[in-house]
C-alpha cells in the first residue's frame, strides 16, 4: 500500500550514480564534488565514490580549474566525457539511408547519408546496406576511442513493441522482422538495435532539445508521420501506433492513397506531392545538399510553382493540424523532416487555418517552428536515445564495459550512500 | 531525491481509510472486517477503528450474514451506505436543463429535466433556473435522509479550471462567470459547485462505469464535444481545452460554422443538421421521452428521411473519429448523448470509415459502442464525480461531517494504521 519498504542497497547505488551523472550534465560549467554533495544532499565521501565509477567508466572526465587570482587551490571540474560510450543512429527512409553516432556530451562525431530509392529492394537487402553503414560508423567511432554503447534505427512505419515492423506503406514493407534479419548479420557484432518509428524518435530527441511539454512533431518526408508529446511524455497510443497524421483525411472524397483511402493528408502536403505540382518531379539531393535544402533554396529564389505547391501543402497540413489542436489543446507544432528548412513558406499557411479552425485560438495561442534539431531530427534521436538510457541508467553501463574490461566496480555499502 | 521519508500519520490515516473504504465499495458482496484486514495487511484493531469513523460518517454501514448451516456465527458484512453523502449533478445544455442526485453506491435518487431552448436567455437567467432545480434535487435528498456533498455542473463549452465559462458557441455564452454567478444566489446555500466540460464529465463517468483505459466519448447534441481518455485518465489537454471533436474539419471549403471555420463535423452531424436533413426540423423531446428516444423510436420505425441523415451523420463522424485513431491509436469510441439510443444506426457508417481510413484498422480493431451511462452520462458522470471525490478522499468528508454535528473523530495514532 504504502511504499514505506527500504530501498535496496544496490537500486540506491543506481539511483544515486544516476542524480550524480545528472548534476554533471546540466550544469552549464564544469561542476565540483562539493558542489554535487552540496546539491544532493549525499556525503562528500560517496560523490567521491560514486564519481571515482563514472570516470572509470568513461562517463565522466575531470577538467583542471581555469587559473584565477587569490589564496586557496580551486577544485577540479566534472564535465561528461566525450571518450566513453557513444549512441548509434540509424535510418531507413523512402529515399536514404542514414547513420550518425553521437557521444555522451550530445555532440555529432559521425554522420552518414546514402541516398537512393529503397523502394525498388527487399528489406534484407536495404537492411544489408544499412549494417554496412553501421560498420562504417563503429570503425568511424572506434578511430575517436568511443564505443558503441547500442543502436536506435528509425523506420517510417509502424512498430511493434519488439521491433516487428507491421506496416510501412510508403517502403512497401509489411511485417517485416528487422530485429531477426539484422540478428543475421554479423557486421553489426553484438551491438543491440532498438526499432522505433522515426516521427516518435524524432519527437523524442525535440523533447530533450527543447523542453516543451506539449506538442505534435510532424516528419515530413514522402510519407508524413507525427510524434505526440503530451505532459512531457511521448504518447504511443493503445498499442503503440500514435501519430498516423498523413493518413488523417482531409478531403473525405480526395485523392486515393496508397494506404487504400481516399483524401489522406500525405497526398496533399507529401515531399512527391509538393514536386510534382511544383514542376519539380526529379528533384533530388545531392551528397552535398540534402533534399530539403534543395527545396529551402529554390524557394528561397521565388520559384514560383514551389511557391504555390508549398501554399497548398501548408495548407492542407494547417487543416489536419488544427483538427490536433481541437482535440488536444497542443500548444506547439514543430515541422521537422523537409518541413524544418521549408517552415518559413509553410508556417504563414498552417498559421492561417489554425487561426481559423480551431476554437480556441484567439485565447490559447499555438507556436508553430522549424524542429530544433533540423531535418535530420529522426537520425539524430535515435542515436539520442541511446546517449539518454545510459545518462538515466549508468549502472547498466558500468555493469557492462566491467564485465567486457575485466574491471572490479565499487558495488557494496561504501558507495550505497 | 528518494521517497524514504516516513509518510505523515494524518495522511497515513487519510491513506488507510480510502484504503479500507475502497475494499468495501469493489467488494462484490459485503465484507467483513478481518477480510479487509488480510487483503490490506493491516490489522485488526486498525480496520475497526476505521470502520468505526466510516460508519459514524454514513459512508459504510453494516450489513446482517446471511444465515447458512453450520456451527460459528458469521461476521457482519460491510457495504457502502446509501443515506449518507451524496452527489449533485447539474447541467445546461442547449435545449434543456437537468440535475440528479447519486448517492454513494451509484444509486440515482432524483432525476429531473426541463426541456427549452436556452439560447434566447441570458446566462444570469439560465443559472437563477438551474439554481430552482438545484434546491429541489436538494430538497429530495433530504427527504431521503441524504446530504448533498458537493455538485458538479456540465456545460457543452470551453471551462478554465477556476469554473469559468470562456466560450460555449451553441449557447451562445462568452467568459461567463459562472461560481461567480452562482455565488450570488442564495439558493444553493453553501454547496461548492464545479464547473466542467460536458464530454469530460461524461467521459469521466464511462471511465468508471466500463473501466476502459483509452477512448474517446463523443457526446453528440446540438454540439458535438469528446472527452479523450488515454491510459486510464481523462486528457484535458495543455490548457484545460481538449476534445473540440465538433470544430474537427471533414470538409475543408464546407459549410460554415457558428464558430466562424468551415467545415466543422458539428454541421455535419450535430443533432438540428440531422433533424433538418430528415425533415424533422421541428421535432423535440417531451416530459416523458426525450429528443433522443424520439429519434431512436422514428428510426426503428424506419423514417426513410431519418435513416439518411444518419447515414450522412455517422459517415461524417467516422471521417472525423478515424482521424483521432490514426493520430492516438485509441481502440474505442462511445457514442454519447443523441447518438447513444441512435447507436445502432449510426455504428455501421462510423465503423465503415474507420475500417477504411485508419491504417492500422486491420490488425488493431476499434470497438464502436453506446455510453455505458446513456443519453445522460454527463448529468450523471457530474453527480458521479463528487461521489468519487468522496470514495477517494473519505477523510475529506470525515473531518467536514464532524465540523458540522460537533462529532469527535479518532486522529491519532489509534487509527494510523
Known amino acids: 500500500m504504502v511504499a514505506d519498504t527500504p530501498v535496496r542497497q544496490a537500486s540506491l547505488r543506481e539511483h544515486n550514480l544516476a542524480l550524480v551523472l545528472r548534476q554533471v550534465a546540466t550544469s552549464p560549467q564544469p561542476i565540483s564534488r562539493a558542489s554535487i554533495a552540496g546539491i544532493t544532499g549525499l556525503t562528500r565521501a560517496t560523490v567521491s565514490a560514486l564519481v571515482e565509477d563514472l570516470i572509470a567508466g568513461k562517463l565522466v572526465c575531470e577538467v583542471e580549474p581555469a587559473r584565477r587570482a587569490g589564496a586557496g587551490r580551486p577544485a577540479n571540474g566534472l564535465r561528461l566525457a566525450g571518450y566513453g560510450p557513444a549512441g548509434l543512429g540509424l535510418e531507413v527512409n523512402v529515399d536514404y539511408l542514414a547513420a550518425c553516432v553521437v557521444d555522451l556530451t550530445g555532440e555529432v562525431r559521425h554522420h552518414r547519408v546514402c ?23 563503429t570503425g ?40 531477426e534479419i539484422l540478428a543475421g ?48 511524455r511521448l504518447f504511443r497510443g493503445a498499442r503503440g501506433f500514435s501519430g498516423e497524421l498523413g493518413h488523417v483525411t482531409v478531403h473525405p472524397a480526395g485523392l486515393p492513397c496508397r494506404c487504400g483511402a481516399r483524401g489522406c493528408l500525405e ?26 535544402d534543395r527545396i529551402a533554396e529554390l524557394a528561397g529564389e521565388g520559384h514560383p510553382g514551389l511557391l504555390a505547391a508549398l501554399e497548398e501543402a501548408g495548407t492542407a497540413l494547417g487543416v489536419a ?6 482535440l488536444l489543446d497542443i500548444d506547439t507544432v514543430v515541422l521537422g523532416g523537409i518541413y524544418a528548412p521549408a517552415a518559413a513558406w509553410l508556417r504563414v499557411h498552417v498559421e492561417r487555418e489554425i487561426r481559423e479552425r480551431v476554437l480556441t485560438a484567439e485565447w490559447a495561442p499555438v507556436t508553430v517552428r522549424p524542429s530544433a534539431l533540423g ?43
Open 115 to 137: 541516398r537512393a530509392d529503397q523502394r525498388p529492394c527487399p528489406p534484407e537487402q536495404v537492411l544489408a546496406a544499412l549494417a554496412e553503414l553501421a560498420t562504417e560508423a
Open 140 to 179: 568511424a567511432a572506434a578511430a575517436q576511442g568511443l564505443t558503441i554503447a547500442g543502436a536506435a534505427l528509425a523506420v517510417p512505419g509502424l512498430v511493434t513493441d519488439r521491433g516487428l515492423v507491421r506496416l510501412a506503406p510508403n517502403l512497401g514493407w509489411r511485417d517485416v522482422d528487422v530485429p
Open 185 to 232: 548479420m554479423p557486421t553489426l557484432g553484438d551491438i543491440r538495435v532498438g526499432v522505433d518509428n522515426e516521427a516518435n524518435l524524432a519527437a523524442l530527441g525535440e523533447l530533450h532539445a527543447s523542453h516543451a511539454a506539449s506538442f505534435i512533431y510532424v516528419s515530413g518526408e514522402i510519407g508524413i508521420g507525427a510524434g505526440i508529446v503530451l505532459d512531457g
Open 267 to 292: 497526398q496533399y502536403a507529401g515531399q512527391e506531392t509538393i514536386l510534382r505540382s511544383a514542376g519539380l518531379p526529379g528533384l533530388s539531393g545531392t551528397d552535398g545538399q540534402t533534399m530539403a
Open 321 to 326: 493540424a488544427a483538427g490536433v489542436i481541437n
Open 375 to 417: 531535418p535530420e531530427a529522426a537520425l539524430l534521436g535515435a542515436a539520442g536515445s541511446v546517449v539518454r538510457a545510459i545518462r538515466d541508467a549508468p549502472a547498466r553501463w558500468l555493469t557492462t564495459t566491467a564485465r567486457l574490461t575485466g574491471r572490479p566496480t565499487s558495488n557494496g555499502p561504501r558507495s550505497a550512500g
